[in-house]
C-alpha cells in the first residue's frame, strides 16, 4: 500500500516568515496530492492540491512543488500570519482510482506554529 | 449549501457497549467515507461507499465495527463492543466522483465535524 511520510512533526516560525512541509511517497502511480488544514477541533479542509502532470501549483500565499522522479511534494506557506497555526495533512493516493474515488493515505501531520 | 453533518458530536462510553455514528453527505456526493483519527496522527480510512457499495473495506475491523448506507445517503458506523483503543474521533467524508479519467482523478473530499468517542 501507499507510505506516506511527512517531515517535520512540528514547526515554529516567526510571522511573516516562509514554512516549509515536505512529504514522501511510496506509490508510483499515485497521480494526486492534495494538503489539509485541521485546526484544533476542527475538520479538515483541503486548501490546495496538486494533479501529477504538473509541478507546482500557487494560489496566493500557498504553493505546492511536486518532484515525480523523488516521489516527494512540499507545501509552501509565504509571509505566514498567525490564523495559519493549525496542523497540516499531506496525502497521496494509493495508486490510480479505479471506478472513481480516491484512497487517500494521510501523513502523521506537522503542527505549524506562527509566532508573533 | 450544508456542509457533511455527522452525530453526536461527543459519546462516552463503558468498554463492551455498543455504539452508532451518523452521517449525512453533501447532497448529491457519491462518495462517502468514514475515517478514525487518533490522537497527533492522520485520518485513516475504514470504510468507503459509491452509492450504496462499499468498495474497500480492507481497513475495517469486521470483528466489531460494521458499516451501512442502505440508500446511497445517509450512513451509520457501528462498533459493537466498543474497546479502549477504539477512543478516537471518527470522521466523515464525501465526494462527488464521476466517470474516471486522468484528469478527473483527484476529487475533494468534504469532511464533517467528527464525533469524538471515549471508551472508559
Known amino acids: 500500500g501507499e507510505n506516506v511520510e511527512q517531515h517535520p512533526s512540528t514547526l515554529s516560525v516567526q510571522e511573516g516568515d516562509s514554512a516549509v512541509i515536505k512529504c514522501t511517497y511510496s506509490d508510483s502511480a499515485s497521480n494526486y496530492f492534495p494538503w489539509y488544514k485541521q485546526e484544533l477541533g476542527k475538520r479538515p479542509q483541503l486548501i490546495i492540491d496538486?494533479?501529477?502532470?504538473?509541478g507546482e501549483k500557487k494560489d496566493q500565499r500557498i504553493a505546492v512543488t511536486l518532484n515525480k522522479t523523488a516521489k516527494h511534494f512540499s507545501l509552501h506557506i509565504t509571509e505566514t500570519q498567525p490564523e495559519d497555526s493549525a496542523v497540516y495533512f499531506c496525502a497521496a493516493p494509493k495508486g490510480a482510482p479505479t471506478g472513481g474515488g480516491n484512497k487517500l493515505t494521510f501523513g502523521t501531520g506537522t503542527q505549524l506554529k506562527v509566532e508573533l | 449549501e450544508a456542509g457533511v453533518v455527522q452525530s453526536p458530536r461527543y459519546k462516552i462510553i463503558e468498554k463492551k457497549q455498543p455504539v452508532a455514528f451518523w452521517c449525512n453527505p453533501i447532497s448529491g456526493h457519491n462518495t462517502l467515507y468514514w475515517y478514525r483519527q487518533n490522537l497527533g496522527q492522520g485520518p485513516e480510512l475504514l470504510i468507503r461507499?459509491?452509492?450504496?457499495?462499499?468498495?474497500?473495506d480492507s481497513q475495517l475491523p469486521k470483528d466489531r465495527f460494521s458499516a451501512e448506507r442502505l440508500k446511497g445517503v445517509d450512513s451509520t458506523l457501528k462498533i459493537q463492543p466498543a474497546e479502549l483503543g477504539d477512543s478516537a474521533v471518527y470522521l466523515c467524508a464525501s465526494s462527488l466522483v464521476g466517470p474516471w479519467s486522468v484528469y478527473s482523478v483527484g476529487n475533494e473530499q468534504f469532511f464533517g465535524p467528527g464525533t469524538r468517542l471515549t471508551v472508559l
Open positions: 496538486i494533479r501529477s502532470n504538473v
Open positions: 461507499y459509491e452509492n450504496e457499495e462499499a468498495v474497500d
